[in-house]
């Protein structure tokens, strides 16, 4: 049972670092925007599935080929209330502008990452998907857009803890399990720059994929972005 | 794509395959089958449903049916009161019947519209007439089960012959609004609260397995002044019903259901049971509660917690016994 986790857990590892490769220089988040060559440290706090603190990095590329900046980026995430290094989790990805008219700007987000869990029934670690477009603004001083996304856990390792088992289900099987959950959200995000500090503040509203409520239906967070 | 990276992507794709990826969704992997999924778990189908049911005794007997807590919980913890204590068995002298309720334990699922105290009134009058025709029923019931059990007394007085009400939630909105603030630990930083909304990042309630599953996560901890340190165990919760079910007693945020506004016709006696231990509906609050039915009594069972019916069998068995010899 053990040799076979391990085989999973490195299949898994595997598994991500081959969309790494594939997302070429994938590598940060709630900043605004970044030009080439800029680079960025954020930290980001408030309730997003529980109250978590986040730590990030990106920097902005420039795409000669499609006349564009990339900003890759890396965020980390760990659930604080009671702090718990077993509910975490990691993200990297790349952000690009897709469309630029005038003061309008659409950008996607793409980022996979891998989140983990423990709690009184079972431990878990899924590896996820997120996709994202924000529509707005982004000014020399201030940027402000709406956001929508959809995060799925695509598979996830789930181990029944010994309280679940001796209580409740005996045969309860742990593996390996496919699409176990996902998330759309649609919010607000947006911010103010004061000389290289840049404070970002989002809000917006969590449904489950087939629009189920969720615990916690609401996301609001504060964030503080260092440029340099 | 270069040739390592579709090397790495075939190896992958070999791996997983090999590996035995399971469906979240699929009854039996993370949560026990239903009666749906598994013919041979003992059932009865009516109402328009099918419920795990079982039965114990002489059907001939005078029925007395068991009514399990939630909105949403099961019936496997109120087996215990179905064995021998003191050389008695409830089934000694009685048939008795326990049954998960609708969409729960291991009864068929159902959508949330189909749940409204209509429904489960109706549920158990068909159960009754099926168990006991034409002759009245005793009713045990333990927590949102005394409150199901004083429901359907409030409609049907004829057919209950004795009610034993163990530790009742609120009885009528206004007795729930005085308490709602002490049900749940609603404290933003407590790990049971946070590991409930971080699950989501891992596994979401889209269907009635993943659902139940959840549902599990606040069952050890979110009522800590129950004092329940070890849950009782279920077969498996009914997040739908038991979500659906509450709301269908609670109006713009305010609960406005009221079981007791008939029980003035029943006159019959009834058993309240407490624990010593609950601090939010033990035995003041029960007191409180008794004053809604014309003629009733109250036992507190020493040093035990909101589900005495699994810690403290004997002694609930007991106070049942000597309850029924007076009443039958």
Same mark, same amino acid.
């Given at each position: 049972?053990?040799?076979?986790?391990?085989?999973?857990?490195?299949?898994?590892?595997? $598994?991500?670092?081959?969309?790494?490769?594939?997302?070429?220089?994938?590598?940060?988040?709630?900043?605004?925007?970044?030009?080439?060559?800029?680079?960025?440290?954020?930290?980001?706090?408030?309730?997003?599935? =529980?109250?978590?603190?986040?730590?990030?990095?990106?920097?902005?590329?420039?795409?000669?080929? $499609?006349?564009?900046?990339?900003?890759?980026?890396?965020?980390?995430?760990?659930?604080?209330?009671?702090?718990? $290094?077993?509910?975490?989790?990691?993200?990297?990805?790349?952000?690009?502008?897709?469309?630029?008219?005038?003061?309008?700007?659409?950008?996607?987000?793409?980022?996979?990452?891998?989140?983990?869990?423990?709690?009184?029934?079972?431990? =878990?670690?899924?590896?996820?998907?997120?996709?994202?477009?924000?529509?707005?603004?982004?000014?020399?001083?201030?940027?402000?857009?709406?956001?929508? =996304?959809?995060?799925?856990?695509?598979?996830?390792?789930?181990?029944?803890?010994?309280?679940?088992?001796?209580?409740?289900?005996?045969?309860?099987?742990?593996?390996?399990?496919?699409?176990?959950?996902?998330?759309?959200?649609?919010?607000?995000?947006?911010?103010?720059?004061?000389?290289?500090?840049? $404070?970002?503040?989002?809000? =917006?509203?969590?449904?489950?994929?087939?629009?189920?409520?969720?615990?916690?239906?609401?996301?609001?967070?504060?964030?503080?972005?260092?440029?340099? | 794509?270069?040739?390592?990276?579709?090397?790495?992507?075939?190896?992958?794709?070999?791996?997983?395959?090999?590996?035995?990826?399971?469906?979240?969704?699929?009854?039996?992997?993370?949560?026990?089958?239903?009666?749906?999924?598994?013919?041979?778990?003992?059932?009865?189908?009516? +109402?328009? &449903?099918?419920?795990?049911?079982?039965?114990?005794?002489?059907? &001939?007997?005078?029925?007395?049916?068991?009514? /399990?807590?939630?909105?949403?919980?099961?019936?496997?913890?109120?087996?215990?009161?179905?064995?021998?204590?003191?050389?008695?068995?409830?089934?000694?002298?009685?048939?008795?019947?326990?049954?998960?309720?609708?969409?729960?334990?291991?009864?068929?699922? /159902?959508?949330?519209?189909?749940?409204?105290?209509?429904?489960?009134?109706?549920?158990?009058?068909?159960?009754?007439?099926?168990?006991?025709?034409?002759?009245?029923?005793?009713?045990?019931? /333990?927590?949102?089960?005394?409150?199901?059990?004083?429901?359907?007394?409030?409609?049907?007085?004829?057919?209950?012959?004795?009610?034993?009400?163990?530790?009742?939630?609120?009885?009528?909105?206004?007795?729930?609004?005085?308490?709602?603030?002490?049900?749940?630990?609603?404290?933003?930083?407590?790990?049971?609260?946070?590991?409930?909304?971080?699950?989501?990042?891992?596994?979401?309630?889209?269907? /009635? +397995?993943?659902?139940?599953?959840?549902?599990?996560?606040?069952?050890?901890?979110?009522?800590?002044?129950?004092?329940?340190?070890?849950?009782?165990?279920?077969?498996?919760?009914?997040?739908?019903?038991?979500?659906?079910?509450?709301?269908?007693?609670?109006?713009?945020?305010? +609960?406005?259901?009221?079981?007791?506004?008939?029980?003035?016709?029943?006159?019959?006696?009834?058993?309240?049971?407490?624990?010593?231990?609950?601090?939010? &509906?033990? &035995? +003041?609050?029960?007191?409180?509660?008794?004053?809604?039915?014309?003629?009733?009594?109250?036992?507190?069972?020493?040093?035990?917690?909101?589900?005495?019916?699994?810690?403290?069998?004997?002694?609930?068995?007991?106070?049942?016994?000597?309850?029924?010899?007076?009443?039958?």
């Amino acid at each position: 049972m053990i040799a076979r986790r391990v085989m999973s857990l490195v299949l898994a590892v595997a $598994l991500f670092v081959a969309l790494l490769a594939l997302c070429g220089t994938a590598r940060a988040q709630s900043f605004s925007r970044l030009e080439a060559g800029e680079q960025t440290v954020s930290a980001e706090t408030g309730l997003q599935s =529980g109250i978590v603190t986040s730590l990030g990095y990106a920097r902005g590329l420039r795409l000669g080929i $499609l006349d564009r900046t990339l900003i890759p980026f890396a965020q980390a995430s760990l659930a604080v209330a009671k702090p718990d $290094l077993h509910d975490y989790a990691f993200r990297v990805g790349s952000q690009i502008s897709v469309v630029s008219i005038g003061w309008f700007d659409l950008s996607t987000q793409v980022a996979f990452g891998v989140a983990g869990t423990e709690n009184g029934i079972y431990s =878990g670690t899924a590896l996820r998907t997120e996709l994202a477009l924000l529509a707005g603004h982004y000014g020399r001083r201030w940027f402000a857009v709406a956001e929508a =996304g959809w995060a799925r856990a695509w598979l996830t390792y789930i181990e029944n803890g010994d309280w679940y088992r001796t209580n409740i289900y005996p045969d309860a099987r742990d593996g390996w399990y496919s699409g176990t959950g996902g998330i759309l959200h649609g919010g607000a995000k947006g911010g103010v720059t004061v000389g290289p500090v840049e $404070l970002v503040l989002r809000a =917006g509203v969590n449904k489950t994929e087939t629009l189920q409520a969720l615990d916690l239906p609401f996301y609001a967070t504060v964030g503080a972005n260092l440029r340099f | 794509m270069r040739p390592i990276q579709t090397a790495a992507l075939l190896m992958m794709a070999a791996g997983l395959g090999a590996c035995d990826v399971h469906d979240p969704s699929e009854a039996g992997n993370l949560v026990p089958k239903t009666v749906d999924e598994d013919p041979t778990i003992p059932s009865i189908a009516l +109402a328009g &449903t099918v419920f795990h049911y079982e039965t114990f005794g002489d059907p &001939t007997r005078p029925a007395i049916i068991f009514l /399990h807590g939630g909105p949403g919980r099961d019936s496997r913890d109120m087996l215990l009161l179905k064995d021998r204590y003191d050389g008695y068995a409830l089934a000694d002298d009685h048939f008795v019947v326990n049954w998960d309720q609708r969409g729960t334990g291991l009864s068929r699922r /159902h959508d949330c519209d189909v749940f409204s105290l209509d429904r489960i009134d109706a549920d158990l009058d068909e159960l009754v007439d099926r168990v006991s025709p034409g002759r009245p029923v005793i009713l045990i019931g /333990h927590s949102w089960g005394a409150m199901y059990a004083t429901l359907y007394i409030n409609h049907h007085p004829e057919k209950v012959a004795g009610a034993v009400l163990m530790e009742p939630g609120p009885l009528n909105g206004a007795m729930f609004e005085s308490i709602k603030g002490d049900l749940y630990d609603m404290d933003v930083f407590s790990e049971w609260l946070n590991d409930d909304v971080w699950e989501g990042q891992l596994l979401t309630p889209d269907d /009635h +397995a993943r659902a139940d599953y959840h549902r599990l996560l606040g069952m050890r901890d979110a009522q800590p002044k129950f004092h329940d340190v070890n849950p009782a165990p279920v077969w498996r919760l009914g997040a739908v019903a038991s979500k659906c079910v509450m709301n269908s007693g609670i109006k713009d945020g305010k +609960a406005v259901y009221d079981f007791t506004d008939h029980l003035a016709a029943y006159t019959t006696r009834v058993l309240f049971i407490a624990s010593s231990e609950n601090e939010v &509906t033990g &035995t +003041a609050f029960q007191q409180r509660q008794r004053q809604f039915y014309p003629s009733a009594d109250l036992v507190t069972i020493p040093d035990s917690p909101h589900e005495m019916q699994w810690s403290h069998p004997a002694e609930t068995v007991a106070a049942i016994r000597s309850y029924l010899t007076e009443v039958e």
